[in-house]
């Protein structure tokens, strides 16, 4: 029998991180790996990577290690450079080390645990690490994600939400976030897996750590003042362990308006993250009479 740990989506959170240390303590794992998003979405990239070298585990990469390198190297769109919106992603990529960023360079896009090889880990899906499978995808494209690997175990991360869903031929499962979860649940979530070959049992552990430490974090650091609107929605996304600023990318792109601070009060006006579904529904019908879609 063998006894791992995945953890994903820290995305610059130690508290949080430093919660599911103190309780992996007791739990005796013979492995830990990270899913990826170690960094992004939050003020303590750098940290974090530091942490997770000291403890010497092993991480997949994620699309926002990839955005960070991406903003390290000028590689984004010229208007993405000046653009309050992105501001704090220009931000957190200079928070970063060459050393870290030759870290996150480094890491594979999938791995297998040495304890439990029968596990395909990959950040988003086998395809990409910037889609994501959650509660609302079809069982068909889950079957297809899993057909795709040969381990009969594929486990994700990105969405944010844990996930477990069996089918005849293996078993997906998301991990849920450490750092930021979009599950109504502000806790630190993270995946123990335990077993032996095809036959693992998942348990999904949820762990408290000091929001208002974090909260802190992000105006002691500077974060939150040079972060913009992107800041300021990451808090809201911190204290309410839901999604808020895709939705309001969304939606000022959709209403033609500046993605500036200015724009939130009205957005949190039209947004409810307890209908997530019927809000971007509504974001199709003033596209189609502008006629851009």
């Known amino acids: 029998m063998a006894r791992i740990a995945i953890l994903a989506d820290v995305h610059g959170n130690l508290p949080a991180l430093e919660a599911v240390i103190r309780d992996l303590d007791g739990l005796g794992v013979d492995e830990v790996l990270l899913g990826g998003d170690l960094v992004g979405r939050g003020p303590q990239g750098s940290a974090i990577v530091a942490r997770v070298r000291e403890k010497g585990w092993r991480s997949i990469r994620g699309n926002h290690e990839d955005y960070l390198l991406a903003f390290r190297r000028g590689d984004v769109p010229q208007e993405w450079m000046t653009a309050e919106v992105w501001s704090a992603a220009r931000w957190m990529a200079a928070e970063l080390s060459e050393s870290d960023a030759s870290y996150l360079e480094s890491m594979p896009l999938s791995m297998q645990p040495e304890a439990l090889p029968g596990v395909h880990l990959v950040h988003g899906t086998p395809e990409s690490n910037n889609d994501g499978i959650g509660p609302w995808t079809s069982d068909g494209r889950m079957q297809r994600h899993l057909d795709s690997v040969e381990q009969s175990i594929l486990v994700c991360a990105h969405t944010h939400r844990p996930l477990e869903r069996r089918f005849a031929t293996g078993t997906i499962l998301n991990t849920g976030s450490v750092g930021l979860p979009f599950n109504r649940d502000r806790r630190a979530q993270y995946l123990v897996l335990e077993g032996r070959d095809d ?4 348990e999904f552990r949820c762990v408290d750590y000091d929001l208002a430490e974090t909260l802190a974090i992000y ?14 929605l990451l808090v809201l996304e911190l204290r309410h362990a839901a999604p808020y600023l895709v939705p309001f990318m969304a939606w000022t792109q959709s209403q033609g308006r500046q993605q500036g ?8 006006g039209a947004y409810d993250p307890e209908h997530q579904r019927e809000f971007f529904g509504s974001l199709h019908r003033p596209a189609v009479r502008r006629g851009l879609r």
Do not use: M
């Open 219 to 232: 105006e002691q650091s500077g974060f939150l003042a040079a972060g913009g609107a992107t800041a300021r």
């Open 199 to 202: 036959d693992i049992a998942a």
């Open 261 to 268: 601070a200015e724009e939130i009060e009205a957005f949190l």
